[in-house]
């Protein structure tokens, strides 16, 4: 039996969600002391698969240790087997139906209720999780599991109104024209990242919004802030079997979903080789699908500041060292290629660069002085963690060194207890090096000097150095050379700066997204994305009936 729909709703105003601060003495601050504090005593938690709003305990059992302290662990968690990923996804197929035709002001009162237990009842708790698990300062996990996610449901809803309100502007003499915005046939296999809480709760609950279901494989190194929002989603009202949390072994999981007949559209964020592997595996199996499913990505980048001779020195190096080194140069986003004029450079940026960066402190997120905390990174076969991502790092930071890059600051680190590296920057003459190349994914920058008069050649370099194109910043007061640098760099990066750092975009204010290695550029945050997970189907009903079939041109 549908229900019926008596009225055009009009959902309410959205507006970013207001960050805390956390400073001393506030009431925020001892409220996730006090929520870290329980957490600690409590763990490890044991974490189970929830597939049709159900716990599933498989007994093969994984762990998520904490990054600043790998000899503990967060949660131990149950991994998702074949017949589990089975059950999940007949399961999903079952809910499907109802889902879809429930009515959109129903479905958007679930995802803003869902917005409100992220930014109130869970907020702390979800915090906490962020902190010890993956390894984030306050801010950072504020920012994060708090502030973004919260956006990402509230603008969500937002813009899929505005997305059932496009409507064709023209009717036929005794028609109407109307499209409605289908989900797509079959389910939405979700893959998230460890990096962000927010982005494990939008890759499922973005397509879910429009009425898709969708298994979800969250990150190893984040199973339990991802289990979290897993329990908010039903509170908040998704029914039974619309999500479906399935951990486990990335490539598993993974395969057994993009296997399936009824296998319509992937979402994911991770690693560019992964991603191009998944979409080869996809396309090989377009013989077995229903139709040709979507494919969402965002995957790495080797992002860019370029520093013009007309720059705020200042600010520069600020912005510089924020983007870099915040999250330990963890997000998709960081700066990695640092490209200044040489003119600047002897000017007091490379001094007041270096006396910055030896300001910074680093150590366990649970020190709320600390700026900077653990490195996490994830190997899937076996599911190590922390260990990989040090080595890494370091072993660039090497290659460098042995390429004759000079290590002005930082270039050490301590695996004793938690996986830390100190704040690194390479000064480079080969525009061309591996670190001006390859991701790292860590709190490493290189630097490239160049001369003033050769400030357009330098576009060109940073152009062509790296397959990646997500985001860069420019920083200059001569807006001439903003403007040259944009035009020149048009398809450098999908989210470009003036005077501002290379991360930190905001819903609602800048979509996200990079192209060329970088990912399908999708724009997470904006109405853009939700495109991707309709299937649009036009309707025209006629109101007046033909008396015959001749054209008028037949007449003689």
Same mark, same amino acid.
Request: charged share 20%; with cysteine; proline share 5%.
């Given at each position: 039996?549908?229900?019926p ?6 959902i309410?105003?959205?507006?970013n969600?207001p960050?805390r601060?956390y400073?001393p003495?506030s ?6 002391e006090a ?6 005593q409590q763990?490890?938690f044991e974490?189970?698969?929830?597939v049709?709003?159900k716990e599933?305990?498989t007994?093969?059992i994984?762990k ?10 967060l949660?131990?968690?149950h ?16 809910a499907?139906?109802e889902?879809?035709?429930?009515p959109w002001?129903?479905?958007?009162a679930?995802f803003?209720k869902a917005?409100d237990l ?5 907020r !702390?708790?979800l915090?906490?999780?962020t902190i010890?698990g993956q390894?984030?300062?306050?801010w950072?996990a504020e920012?994060?599991a708090a502030a ?5 449901l509230?603008?969500g809803v937002k813009?899929?109104e505005?997305?059932y309100?496009?409507q064709p ?7 109407w024209?109307r499209v409605? /915005?289908r989900a ?14 927010a ?7 973005t397509?879910? +919004?429009?009425?898709?279901?969708v298994v979800?494989?969250?990150?190893p ?7 979290l ?5 039903a509170?908040?009202?998704v029914?039974?079997g ?6 486990g &072994? &990335?490539a ?10 009824n ?14 592997k998944?979409w080869?595996d996809?396309s090989a199996n377009?013989?077995?699908y229903k139709?040709y499913?979507?494919i969402?990505?965002?995957?790495g980048?080797?992002?860019f500041h370029?520093?013009?001779k007309?720059? $705020? ?5 600020i912005?510089?060292i924020r ?11 960081a700066?990695?290629r640092l490209?200044v004029?040489a003119s600047?450079?002897?000017?007091g940026?490379?001094?007041? +660069? ?6 910074i402190?680093?150590?366990? &997120?649970?020190d709320?002085s600390?700026?900077?905390g653990p490195?996490?990174?994830v ?5 190590i ?6 080595d890494k790092i ?11 890059g ?7 680190? $301590? ?6 590296i ?7 003459? $080969?525009?061309?090096s591996?670190t ?9 920058i290189?630097v490239s ?8 050649k ?6 062509? #150095?790296?397959d /990646?194109?997500?985001?860069?910043a420019?920083?200059?007061a ?7 640098a #944009?035009n ?8 470009? !700066?003036?005077?501002?750092?290379? #991360? ?6 800048q979509p996200?997204g ?5 990912? #399908?550029n999708?724009k997470a945050?904006?109405i ?9 189907r036009?309707?025209?009903e006629?109101f007046?009936n033909?008396e015959?079939f ?5 007449l003689?």
């Amino acid at each position: 039996m549908s229900t019926p729909q008596l009225a055009t709703f009009k959902i309410p105003a959205i507006d970013n969600e207001p960050m805390r601060s956390y400073a001393p003495g506030s009431v925020e601050r001892k409220a996730l002391e006090a929520a870290i504090a329980e957490m600690e005593q409590q763990l490890p938690f044991e974490v189970p698969c929830i597939v049709n709003g159900k716990e599933v305990r498989t007994g093969k059992i994984a762990k998520q240790p904490l990054p600043h302290d790998h000899a503990r662990h967060l949660c131990t968690y149950h991994e998702a087997d074949e017949a589990t990923v089975a059950s999940a996804i007949e399961g999903a197929l079952a809910a499907k139906a109802e889902w879809e035709s429930l009515p959109w002001n129903d479905r958007a009162a679930i995802f803003l209720k869902a917005a409100d237990l992220v930014s109130g009842k869970y907020r !702390y708790k979800l915090l906490a999780a962020t902190i010890l698990g993956q390894g984030k300062n306050a801010w950072q996990a504020e920012i994060d599991a708090a502030a973004e996610f919260a956006d990402f449901l509230r603008f969500g809803v937002k813009f899929v109104e505005e997305l059932y309100a496009q409507q064709p502007s023209k009717n036929a003499p005794g028609a109407w024209n109307r499209v409605e /915005y289908r989900a797509l046939e079959g389910f939405v296999l979700a893959v998230s990242p460890f990096n962000f809480t927010a982005i494990g709760g939008n890759l499922p609950g973005t397509p879910a +919004l429009v009425g898709n279901v969708v298994v979800w494989k969250p990150s190893p190194a984040a199973t339990y802030s991802n289990y979290l929002i897993q329990k908010i989603f039903a509170e908040a009202g998704v029914p039974a079997g619309v999500i479906q949390f399935t951990p486990g &072994p &990335p490539a598993e999981v993974v395969a057994q979903a993009i296997n399936n007949r009824n296998f319509a559209a992937l979402h994911f964020t991770g690693s560019t080789f992964i991603f191009k592997k998944l979409w080869k595996d996809i396309s090989a199996n377009l013989d077995l699908y229903k139709g040709y499913p979507r494919i969402v990505g965002e995957t790495g980048g080797k992002n860019f500041h370029l520093v013009h001779k007309s720059a $705020d020195i200042r600010n520069a190096v600020i912005q510089t060292i924020r983007g870099a080194f915040e999250y330990q140069g963890q997000k998709c986003s960081a700066l990695s290629r640092l490209y200044v004029s040489a003119s600047v450079w002897n000017a007091g940026f490379k001094d007041q +660069l270096l006396s910055e960066i030896a300001k910074i402190k680093i150590g366990a &997120p649970t020190d709320f002085s600390n700026f900077m905390g653990p490195v996490m990174r994830v190997l899937s076969k076996p599911h190590i963690f922390g260990r990989p991502a040090y080595d890494k790092i370091i072993g660039y930071i090497q290659k460098a060194k042995d390429a004759g890059g000079e290590v002005l600051i930082g270039g050490t680190g $301590d695996d004793s207890k938690g996986y830390f590296i100190q704040p690194t920057v390479i000064l480079s003459k $080969d525009p061309k090096s591996v670190t001006l190349v390859e991701e790292i994914f860590g709190p490493v920058i290189t630097v490239s000097l160049y001369e003033d008069e050769d400030y357009e050649k330098t576009l060109d370099i940073i152009d062509s #150095t790296t397959d /990646y194109a997500l985001t860069g910043a420019i920083f200059a007061a001569d807006r001439k050379a903003l403007l040259t640098a #944009t035009n020149r760099l048009r398809n450098s990066a999908g989210n470009v !700066y003036y005077n501002d750092k290379c #991360t930190g975009a905001v819903v609602g204010q800048q979509p996200f997204g990079g192209g060329r290695a970088s990912g #399908t550029n999708d724009k997470a945050g904006s109405i853009s994305i939700f495109y991707r997970f309709v299937s649009a189907r036009s309707i025209k009903e006629n109101f007046v009936n033909l008396e015959d079939f001749h054209y008028p041109s037949n007449l003689v």
